[in-house]
């Protein structure tokens, strides 16, 4: 799979509140049970996941079909990568991975639902920006952001971009930097118990598939 620096720009939320979210994992019923909790309203609320909507729970068709909802956006997470490498370009290396590591749940599906499933990852961006009310800039990238500024994104070559929704470094490594250009990132990916702060990124991955609570955060 071809990766291509594709950056969504959501326009300001001025109806209601925009809220960002862990790898969703296919746990759609218990996202949607915290939404409910902290009074999330279709009509006028928005939800940014950070990526990696699919494998590992029962739900991952359900999570896939959350992109056809008006109120949600996500970007590309690495297990959405693997399928389209894996399924419809026909690497077997990145197939068996994703087999491997949640993605079983596609064999107990008809082969003619998946050209739709493709057309919908595929049409995910790398990165999503999003603005609030007060001016806050926020930008939302699954693993991690590999330039030490935001506007260097459209530059980025195929190894930045694979970083994008892969790398680890920076998480492992608890590097403090900031990335100028954005008030704010938020990534995915790296499980954490906690919301983790470094420099000015958030991970809030803490891991629903082992039975902990998505971290929800309202922009």
Known sequence: ??????????????????????????????????????????????????????????????????????????????????????????????????????????????????????????????????ENREGVRYGIVHADFPSDHWDNFEQFDQDQLYRCIWSRSNFNSRSEHSVRGIDYLFHGHCISDFELKLGNRYYIEPGVFLGNDFIIKKL
């Open 1 to 130: 799979m071809i990766l291509k620096a594709h950056r969504l720009t959501l326009p300001v939320n001025n109806e209601g509140s925009d809220y960002v979210v862990g790898d969703i994992h296919g746990h759609v019923t218990q996202l949607k049970s915290q939404l409910a909790d902290i009074g999330f309203n279709a009509d006028t609320d928005r939800v940014i996941c950070v990526g990696d909507l699919i494998d590992r729970g029962p739900e991952s068709i359900e999570a896939l079909e959350l992109l056809d909802e008006p109120w949600f956006f996500a970007v590309l997470g690495n297990h959405e990568y693997l399928m389209i490498s894996g399924m419809k370009y026909k690497n077997s290396r990145e197939r068996m991975t994703w087999l491997n590591h949640g993605g079983d749940w596609v064999m107990h599906t008809s082969p003619d639902q998946w050209p739709a499933w493709f057309d919908r990852i595929e049409r995910l961006p790398v990165a999503i920006e999003v």
